[in-house]
Structure formats: structure tokens, C-alpha cells
């Protein structure tokens, strides 16, 4: 028998259906709760909301668990690619041999933006962000595109998922030698998805160079970290405008924008710059703590804390392994990382942090790798939008082909003035 929570309000009873997840997550579902009450749910921040049922990824917060269609994070990051994660991410499964040699054509195929998108990248400042490009760049790349909406056709959305995972990496790339004045470097046929990218970024036209495995392999993992992370901001954001059924490309730019703020995908440079500035001001670790805790300074340790993870972050263990490995690999000691390492140490002892379940997320060592492969920061979150994009492309899938798809439309309790009249500007006080 299907299960029911009551409501009882203002004398009356009302019956609502639980909804079970295949991993028990329990949900009232109370699409019929305004209709029958009148009154609408508030949840300012979406901590208690369910926006939609989902067959993506899963996460048990309180357990730190990380799943993408049913495969654990750690099996996916140690055995998988980026490229394999992502054909399983927006299509469902594992893909076969063949499946993956035809996506990884795809790939190749379509790793040229069209040329006339060169001309673009002229008319962004030298100082433009590279998330504000990347943004601009996707939606424009929709507009040489004829297979913008395809998401009941497999076959012709594999071509649409291909040409923008392998075209997002030629784009965040050419924003990169752009922002430095460097000739934009095309993508090779013979590379992995990952070196591609690496090449594209830290290649010259007089300088070929060949990505340390060990380096390509840290960046790939970085990227089937990133993933997808169900309905966090910027996949929400995908799906809102998606939901008004506007194009994959339109969508996808959109959450490039969510992704980009730093409580978001920015939090990987905020990360650095704050333990830059620990280390440039010499400041102890205690002291900068006192500062964290101190509720008037509205200062956050930066790479901590998340909504759902009340434990640690398990992209964050794995990142935190990989950092040491890179680092050793590379000969390189950095002294943000035993800053990072130090503050770490510190708050997870900390009664502030451990009564507010607050542990490292996948932001707090991530950019120590990308810094000591040589990523300049203002990159970081561009990778992040990289690897987010399996995830975007999926949720914004799982939209269209919802049988109850509807525009998400959330309403609001209003609190503002009531009915008031107009006064012409000459009798105003
Ligand atoms: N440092 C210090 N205090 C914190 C932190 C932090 N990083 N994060 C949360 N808190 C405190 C917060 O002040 C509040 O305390 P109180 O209850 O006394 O008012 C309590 O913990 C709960 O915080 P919240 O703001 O209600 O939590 P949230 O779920 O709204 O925010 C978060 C989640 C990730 C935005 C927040 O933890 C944060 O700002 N962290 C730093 C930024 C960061 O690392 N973001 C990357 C998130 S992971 C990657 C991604 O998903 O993009």
C-alpha cells in the first residue's frame, strides 16, 4: 500500500502520496497542495525542496556517498574516463566498445568551432573572464548549430552531446590564449580528450608539448569528479531554462553563468586566493580562524562546507589523494597546500565545524592541482564547467523527455507594499 502524509490545518485534514526513491529518499508530493489548501510551501533556498524526480546521480549527504547511475565516484575515477563517465552519465550506461569508438569519433569529428566563431573572440577585452566567454561562446556556437533540440532522437542527440563536450574544450581553450595574446592552437586528432585540451591551452605554434600522463590522467579524474552532482545550482539552472524549452546550447550557457559564482564553481579560486593570502600576510592559521568564526567578519573558509554533504565530500577525498600524487610527481612542494592542509587539520577538530558538519568539498584541494599543473586561475572554474557538462546535458535530457515536463515556475509568499495609488511626479514628497 502506497504511503500518505496527512496535513492537518485550520480544522481539516489533507492526504498526501510519499514518493520512494530506488534508494528510499521519501518525498510529500505536493503537487496538489495549493488546489486543495490554497496555500503554497515555503522553502527560501530550496534546502527541503525536491524540484524534480531524477535517474542521474545520487547522493546520500549524511554518508558521504556519490553516485552516478548507480556507479560509485571512486570505481568511476580510478577505472574510467571522462569520456566513457560522460556517455554513461547522459545516456544511462556504460557504453560498449563500439558505442564508445562511435561517440569518441564524434568527438573527433566535431573538435573545430566553425571558423567564422574565430572573429568573435576579437571582440572580447583582453580582461574578459574566461567564464564570461565560455558563456557568450556556447550560445553562439548554437547558432552554426542545425542540431540544436533533438532529445528524442539518439542518434541525433549523441551528435548534439559530441559536438558540444569536444567544442566546449577548443572554446575554453581559445578564451585562454586569447586572455594572454597568444595565437589560438587547434585541437589535435591523435590526442585524448584530456591531453587535447592540455595541448590546446599550453601549446604555441613553435612549441609542441606533450602532456605528463600522470598530469593528463589527474585532469581527466578532475573532470568525472565534476561531473554531475544532481540538482546543485547550475544544473538546476539548466533545467529551469530548459524547461521552457529552450535550446540544449541556450540552457547549457545559462548554467555556465550559475556556475560561476563563488559559492559555486568560483569557490576553486577563492579557495587559492585565500590561501594565497594566508601565506603573502603571514597570518597563523588560529588567527585566521578566529576570523572565520567570528560571525561579524561574514568570512567563510572557502572549499568548506555544502549543502548536502554533512560529511566528507567524497570527490573531496579522492582530489585530496590525486593532489599529493601530482605534486610528488611533479617535484613540486607547495606551501599553499600545507596551508590547506593545516586549515584542514584545525576544522575538522573544531566544534564550529563539527557541529555544523562542515568538511572539505571537492573545491578545497582541486585547485592546488590545477595550480600545479600550470591552469591559470582564472581557469579553474572553467574546468569545472567542463566537466559539469555530462551533467547539463543530461539533466536538460531527462527534461524534455519527462512525460509530466512542465515550466518550472515556482511561486512566493509576498511581502512588499499593498495597494497603494500613483502620484504624478510633481506631488511627490
Ligand atoms: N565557513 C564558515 N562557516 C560556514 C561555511 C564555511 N565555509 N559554510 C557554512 N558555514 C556556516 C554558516 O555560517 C552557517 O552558520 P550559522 O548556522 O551559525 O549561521 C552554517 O554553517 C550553515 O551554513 P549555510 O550558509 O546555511 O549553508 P548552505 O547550505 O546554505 O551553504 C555552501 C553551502 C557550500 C554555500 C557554504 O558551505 C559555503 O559558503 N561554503 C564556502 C564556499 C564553497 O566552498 N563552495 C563550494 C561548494 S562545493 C562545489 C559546488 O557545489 O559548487
Redesign the pocket.
Known sequence: MSEKATLTYDGKSYEYPVIVGTENERAIDIAQLRAQTGMITLDD?Y?NTGSCVSNITFIDGEQGILRYRGYPIEQLAEHSTFIETAYLIIFGELPTEKQLAEFRNLLVEHMFIHEAMRHHFEGFPASAPPMAILSAMINTMGCFDPLLTQPEDPARFLEASARLISRVRTIAAAAYKKSVGDPIIYPRFDLSYTANFLHMLFCKPNRICRPDPAVERAMDQIFILHAD?EQ???TSTVRMVGSSQANLYASVAAGVCA?WG????G?NV??IEMLENIHQSGETIPNFMTK??D?KAH?????????VYKNY?PRAKFIKQSCDAVLSKLGIKDPLLDIALQLEEIAVKDP??VE?K?YP????YSGIIMRAVGIPMNMFTVL?AIGRLPGWIANWREVHLSPQARIYRPRQVYNGPTVRQYVPIGARA
Open positions: 533556498g534546502s552532482h546543485n545550482c547550475s556556475l563563488p559559492l559555486h564553481g569557490a577563492a579557495v572565520i568564526k560571525k568570512a567563510r573558509l572557502m572549499g568548506f562546507g555544502h549543502r565530500d564550529y565545524f555544523r562542515l568539498n571537492v573545491d578545497f569545472f
